[in-house]
């Protein structure tokens, strides 16, 4: 889609992209835990060349009300605690005007929206209001769908209250076609973003994108090589005892030498290549999709019309129905079992099928 461009006071000292090109590196548990696991995992962290700033999840936005949904407001405690043990920056997400109070009371240094939120123009504006005044440093999540105008309009309620030191993380998008990665990346709108703004940092969760670790390292590549201002990473002290997605997070020596071989743009086994090689196909499966929905709404069309002017009689639509039937088997028999998932295949060709004979019959006898 194509998104209006609006002015961006960003500050040039930005605490989201470095002089001198150097990747700003994010990096922490996905959920806060215990002290102990965050003051270990900081303490491991300090000592990767690059990562700057100390990252936990203290309020999880769940879907399902009995998931693990954070800690709370000990887990500001124990950031407090990781800033003065080692000296990094810390950094929260945070949804609400409740969140950003209580983060900024615990001196939390970057506040990331959590994409939920970005959504929702009532909560940016009271997330706004709060930080109206401040100096804050905030990075503002992707939209969970892909939509531009809700990204870039979370950023102008920032603005409006003045702020200046912001950027924006692609963490993936919630769509359709998702497979292989957890959220779909949608390069284009990360770099439509970028030529809109371009003084805007914009940073990648690679995590986030992709789910599991064996993505990490292509998906951070591929970000960079588009021109990603930063990372972020999940790192914890004992990943398969994460309370929260535990199969994306690495241990910190782990992290270390993902970060080596981004930063020495290092090509492990083709795996760039296969990131370019699933993003061709899944543009492909979205324009397939796209001429098949219009396809389907012309034929709707076609079907109506022909039902409004009383053209079939029941007779004709049992006859298409057996017809249709006849045909369906016969392609399914001779289609490969591998290729073709014929779950999805009788599921679309029946559901036309029952439209058709509501509609009189008349529109199957055409495409049958």
């Known amino acids: 889609m194509k998104a209006s461009r609006t002015p961006l006071n960003v500050a040039p000292q930005s605490s989201f992209r470095h002089a001198d090109g150097k990747l700003v590196l994010i990096a922490g548990p996905c959920s806060a835990e215990s002290e102990e696991q965050m003051l270990k995992t900081a303490q491991q962290l300090q000592n990767i060349k690059g990562v700057s700033v100390f990252r936990a999840g203290i309020w999880k936005s769940r879907t399902r009300p009995d998931s693990f949904k954070g800690v709370g407001l000990v887990g500001l405690q124990w950031l407090s605690m990781v800033k003065q043990e080692t000296g990094l920056r810390t950094a929260c997400e945070v949804a609400n005007a409740q969140h950003v109070e209580e983060a900024l009371k615990h ?5 990331t929206v959590s994409g939920r939120a970005t959504v929702n123009p009532f909560a940016m504006e009271e ?11 905030v990075l503002v999540n992707n939209p969970v769908y892909p939509n531009l105008n809700l990204w870039i ?9 003045d702020l200046t030191d ?16 957890r959220n779909h990346p949608r390069w284009d709108h990360m770099l439509q973003l970028k030529e809109l703004y371009p003084q ?13 670790r064996s993505l990490l390292y292509p998906v951070s590549q591929k970000a960079v090589d588009l021109g990603a201002d930063g990372l972020l990473f999940e790192s914890h002290m004992n990943p398969a005892a994460a309370l929260s997605s535990p199969q994306q997070q690495l241990l910190p020596q782990e992290l270390d030498l993902l ?15 296969l990131v370019e090689q699933l993003d061709e196909l899944s543009q492909q499966i979205g324009s397939l999709d796209d001429a098949l929905l219009e396809l389907l709404l012309r034929r709707t069309e076609v079907s109506r019309r022909m039902s409004e ?13 057996q017809r249709w039937q006849k045909q369906m088997d016969e392609w399914l028999q001779q289609a490969d079992p591998a290729a073709v ?3 999805l295949v009788m599921s679309v060709l029946s559901a036309i099928q029952q439209q058709s004979t509501q509609s009189g019959g008349m529109g199957a006898s055409a495409v049958a």
């Open 107 to 111: 001196g939390v240094d970057i506040l």
């Open 127 to 137: 997330i706004a209001a709060v930080l109206k005044g401040t100096s804050t440093p």
């Open 153 to 161: 309009g979370a950023l102008e309620r920032l603005q409006y209250a």
């Open 166 to 181: 912001i950027g924006v993380i692609n963490r993936g998008f919630s769509t359709d076609e998702q497979s292989p990665y």
């Open 200 to 212: 805007l940092p914009v940073l990648c969760d690679a995590a986030h994108i992709a789910g599991r």
């Open 259 to 273: 970060i080596n071989a981004v930063v020495s743009n290092v090509k492990l086994g083709g795996t760039t290549e």
């Open 309 to 321: 002017r009383q053209m079939g009689s029941l007779q004709s639509s049992l006859q298409t129905t």
């Open 341 to 343: 998932d014929k779950g």
